[in-house]
């Protein structure tokens, strides 16, 4: 397994990332599949029910960034794990099952999304089950998490479900369904695009600091698409706009826009404030700032004590001795003694 590499010299070549959702949203399945999109011969992890209750971490490189990535898990009992997560990343993909709505424990888990201040990009996964609708889970995610939620892609169906997407901005196609993505272009009055991009594009202008785009998109004028992007990239990464991108967890489809918002919509780690910082007596200390020069700061976001199994007790033979019993278990000397540590079996 290998990965393309990145010269990491800044903070601003890093990007910390949490997956999260609801339990069997399809998180781990898209963090696979955003390894095996960029580790070369990456096979996958065993899922285990140890791995499941644990917040996990893997690294991959996509374009000029290195990115840390961090699975974590979505049944209640391990909320610590998940919160852990929270305070490590600086942004978060918010996981969504299409099949699945959002319920209770996921708005519970937006609004503490929210009180870090992470940006969020939400991806739709289980489009491909058959009562799943992109329209109404938008609808749904809109109703309970703002107007700010907006999608940016909208999915291409083939027989068996999602196939690609199309960016609304650019107006490619994204085709996944042969193995490579290929990119066509499409045209604006397809009538998903229409319901979806004239949104997208006056809630990018009300974010953006130049005044003159909306009279210009006003006036009919078309707006160039770098433009948008770039003020696309600077909401989402303010948390003032939450793209939605429809996926499929079980075959990587969006994958590859996924990685390019991470990369140029997420924030740096610079751009994250630091928590409130004491001394180990608790007085007050400046918040350090993110700097690569600065003394070293640490923050801890997780601590694991071992379960320390007791050493089975034995009795020992009342009738023998202490040293007798030794002799015959250890032959040539209990592990414990010098003779022991000396004897080629050992070695
Ligand atoms: N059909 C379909 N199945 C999916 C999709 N994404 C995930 N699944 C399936 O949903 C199940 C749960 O997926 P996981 O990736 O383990 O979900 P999770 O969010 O990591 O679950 P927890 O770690 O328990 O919170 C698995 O059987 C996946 O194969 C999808 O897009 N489409
Ligand atoms: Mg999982």
């Known amino acids: 397994m290998s990965a393309a590499q990145v010269q990491v010299t800044s903070p601003d070549d890093v990007r910390n990332v949490v997956l999260i959702g609801n339990a069997g949203s399809g998180k781990t399945s898209l963090f696979e599949q955003l390894l095996r999109a960029r580790l070369v011969g990456y096979r996958g992890e065993k899922e285990d029910a140890e791995r499941a209750a644990q ?8 374009g000029d960034v290195w990115v840390n990535l961090l699975d974590a898990p979505g049944h209640p009992d391990f909320v610590g794990e998940l919160r852990a997560g929270i305070r490590a990343a600086d942004a978060a993909i918010f996981v969504i099952s299409a099949a699945d709505g959002i319920d209770g424990a996921a708005q519970a888990l937006w609004e503490e999304c929210t009180a870090a201040g992470l940006p969020r990009i939400i991806a739709l996964t289980k489009l491909d089950a058959g009562h799943a ?7 749904d995610a809109q109703g309970k998490f703002g107007e700010g939620v907006l999608p940016t892609h909208v999915p291409t169906l083939g ?24 990119n066509h272009k499409v045209a604006a009055d397809d009538s998903h695009v229409e319901t979806y991009r004239g949104p997208l594009i006056e809630a990018i202008i009300q974010e953006s600091e130049d005044d003159s785009l909306m009279d210009r998109y006003l006036e009919g004028e078309e707006l160039e698409v770098d433009t948008l992007l ?3 990239m600077k909401a989402v990464a303010t948390a003032n706009l939450f793209p939605v991108i429809p ?7 969006g ?29 007050d200390l400046p918040t350090p ?10 923050q801890v976001i997780r601590t694991t004590t071992a379960a320390i199994t007791p050493r089975p007790t034995r ?8 040293s007798a019993w030794a002799r015959s278990r250890w032959p040539s000397g209990p592990p414990w003694s010098r003779e022991a540590r000396r004897s080629p079996a050992r070695s």
């Open 247 to 253: 996926v499929s967890s079980a075959t990587g489809v």
């Open 289 to 298: 700032a993110t700097d690569p020069s600065g003394p070293l700061v640490a």
């Open 55 to 62: 917040l996990y971490l893997a690294s991959l490189a996509t």
């Open 230 to 232: 770039d003020d696309l």
């Open 133 to 139: 609708d992109f329209d109404a889970s938008v609808a």
């Open 159 to 182: 027989p068996d479900g999602i196939i690609g997407n199309i960016g609304l901005l650019s107006l490619e196609e994204h085709d996944y369904s042969g193995g490579d993505v290929v």
């Open 315 to 322: 009795r020992i033979p009342t009738t023998t001795t202490r």
């Open 255 to 283: 994958v590859e826009e996924l990685l390019r918002l991470i990369e140029h919509g997420f924030p740096t780690p610079s751009a994250h404030p630091n928590p409130p910082t004491t001394t180990p007596a608790g007085e």
